[in-house]
């Protein structure tokens, strides 16, 4: 019984809601668009540094949002630029590598009293201004099984906040995907030299997506800071295939594929965990192994999606697909 | 319908000028490497007419259609489409000013349905600017018209049944006839057409050529590749021939098959082939 609560409430924790929305960013790039980014992780990190940062430095919190948004937009700009020109390919390269060095500069001695180096910057620096919104009561209530924070840190408050994102996040999503924009974006996904031949400025298209994409990405981030620290190991690359792995179980160019994905997703690693933690002797599998093993039966489970159910859960095998 | 015997007191010579051009290209050299690819001094395409460009496999047709649309990019040279110089304008800025082009291998959009493949070609659809996608008001009415347009459109190509269908699921044929339905879309003034025969049945080749001959009706230019002397004869009202990159021969269809120069060039791979007679 402890192990189903558990998994519901894994179900919708900040960090879940802040993987559906790194997900729906990346809907934007690979379901509407085709585009291959590989650094979602590198534009939740630069949302994450630019409002922690700006928080810190004593900015209001709309300025320390719009910042952590005008970082993503910078980078989007800086990675578009060159490579948008070119194959998909490139622009996976160029986001892995760019996401990484983001992390690498973050993490850096260098840059310790900007960033806080490899630990980061704490929650204190940062969290005051949302949980000073709170219409909830700073102490500890329960709900149900369910116990939080009123508001602080992993909350109540946060919880709504993060959720309520997602829900206008997917209303524009699919305000946008069912639009002429998005037709065009699904044009250049399908093939982007047709596209251009009726008359379409596909690389402004390519970038527009890239943009918007990231800078949701970006709005992700704070929500994981928010949830628990800004740290650059926490962005790297695993992040950026955990975010990939949640869009495509959901079903890529879905509305509520991300989400679906994402639920699912921490669900299932956290009744996995439980599980075996619960069933499989110590002897056979020691407790410090438990975590590994739970990502590589998501790695398994990857692949079976990718063998059986190619489209996602919610996806349509017409429209987007894994192809042989 | 449209003037037959305008190009009546035009020489048969390759590079010669025309009354009245849409198409003017000049001193066009594309190479790849140190191989030249296309080297062709002048070449005008008369307004509303059927002008067929052929020549051998490898005879630099495809690229030299490629440059003229602007998909590729010549080292040296340039041309005008309708007064606009086309020297390093993106492919799609063409496309606005009128000049469509469909493709050797089909693009049909496939993940896309019919009548969403139709939609894209409309241009002025004010819901394809990112702000104005989100008020659905601005864009509804446009949306209305091109939608009517579209139905009009795939009746005319029999597609219409097909219309909610995703462009995956459509036959070889059907996806050419779409291509071109869904480039007129644009109300283009020029229409190029790459291979549009290519791999085409019988039945459905006597469709394309009618329909492009309507083209020709409806006031637009076409311009189209194509190595199936058959066809070619049977629609264009002008032929230029290419060979090893440079145009060799203009004229009309039945000239420019006695012309000695291109029954040379066709000899290497058509020995066997009675270049003047159908077959």
Redesign the interface.
């Known amino acids: 019984m402890d192990i189903l609560i558990n998994a519901l409430e894994q179900m919708f924790t900040p960090a879940t809601a802040a993987f559906a929305i790194a997900a729906i960013g990346l809907n934007f790039h690979f379901g509407l668009t085709g585009l291959l980014n590989m650094g979602q992780a590198g534009f939740m990190l630069l949302g994450m540094y630019g409002y922690a940062i700006s928080v810190r430095e004593g900015l209001p919190m709309w300025a320390a949002l719009l910042v952590a948004m005008g970082a993503a937009i910078l980078f989007g700009l800086l990675l578009g630029w060159p490579t948008l020109k070119l194959r998909g390919d490139y622009l996976a390269i160029v986001t892995i590598a760019a996401s990484e060095i983001v992390r690498y500069v973050g993490r850096s001695n260098t840059l310790v009293d900007v960033t806080g180096g490899s630990l980061g910057i704490k929650g204190k620096d940062y969290k005051g201004p949302l949980e000073g919104l709170s219409p909830f009561a700073d102490e500890r209530i329960t709900v149900g099984p369910f116990t939080y924070h009123g508001s602080a840190s992993d909350s109540w408050w946060l919880r709504v906040v993060a959720w309520t994102l997602v829900a206008l996040l997917l209303l524009a999503f699919w305000r946008l995907s069912n639009s002429p924009w998005g037709r065009v974006l699904k044009g250049i996904r399908e093939d982007e030299d047709a596209v251009r031949s009726l008359g379409k400025n596909v690389y402004w298209y390519k970038m527009q997506a890239l943009i918007i994409g990231g800078v949701i990405g970006a709005l992700g981030g704070v929500i994981w800071a928010h949830g628990s620290a800004v740290v650059a190991d926490a962005m790297g690359r695993p992040t950026t295939f955990w975010v990939w792995t949640i869009l495509l179980l959901g079903g890529a160019a879905t509305v509520l594929g991300p989400v679906v994905g994402s639920v699912v997703f921490w669900a299932a690693l956290s009744l996995v965990r439980a599980v075996a933690k619960a069933f499989i002797p110590e002897s056979i599998l020691p407790s410090t192994a438990i975590e590994p093993f739970g990502l590589m039966l998501v790695g398994v489970a990857l692949i079976v999606i990718v063998v059986f159910r190619p489209q996602g859960i919610l996806g349509n095998k017409k429209e987007l697909a894994f192809h042989a | 319908m449209p003037d037959t015997t305008v190009l009546d007191g035009v020489a048969h010579e390759p590079g010669v000028a025309k009354p009245d051009p849409i198409l003017v290209a000049d001193g066009i050299v594309r190479r790849f490497g140190g191989l030249t690819a296309v080297n062709v001094d002048h070449f005008e395409v008369q307004r509303n007419t059927i002008t067929a460009l052929i020549g051998p496999n490898g005879a630099g047709k495809s690229t030299f259609f490629n440059l003229l ?1 602007s ?1 590729d990019t010549a080292q040296e040279g340039a041309g005008t489409f309708d007064g606009m110089p086309l020297r390093k304008v ?4 063409v ?2 000013k009128g000049m ?4 050797q291998l089909t ?6 349905s019919v009548m ?1 493949n139709m ?3 409309a ?1 002025e ?6 702000l ?3 008020v ?1 008001p601005l ?1 509804s009415k446009r ?1 209305q018209e091109v939608t009517e347009q579209a139905h009009e459109l795939l009746h005319r190509f029999k597609l219409y049944e097909k219309r909610d269908d ?1 462009a ?2 459509l036959s070889g044929g059907q996806r050419k006839l779409l ?1 071109m339905a ?2 007129l ?2 109300n283009p003034t020029m229409v190029m057409l790459d291979e549009p025969m290519a791999g085409v049945n019988p039945a459905l080749t006597e469709s394309l050529l009618e329909h492009i001959v309507e083209l020709k009706n409806e006031g637009m230019t076409v311009l189209f590749v194509e190595h199936d002397m058959h066809m070619v004869r049977r629609i264009s009202d002008w032929v230029a021939v290419m060979a090893q990159g440079q145009l060799i021969a203009e004229g009309p269809a039945g000239t420019v098959m006695q012309n000695k120069a291109v029954q040379d060039a066709y000899l290497g791979e058509h020995h066997d082939t009675d270049l003047s007679e159908d077959n």
């Open positions: 649309t998909f993106a492919p799609h800025k496309a606005r469509v082009r469909t493709f693009k049909a959009l496939e993940g896309m969403e939609r894209l070609g241009q659809q004010p819901g394809e600017s990112l104005k996608a989100f659905p864009w949306e995703s995956g699921s291509e869904r480039a879309m644009s």
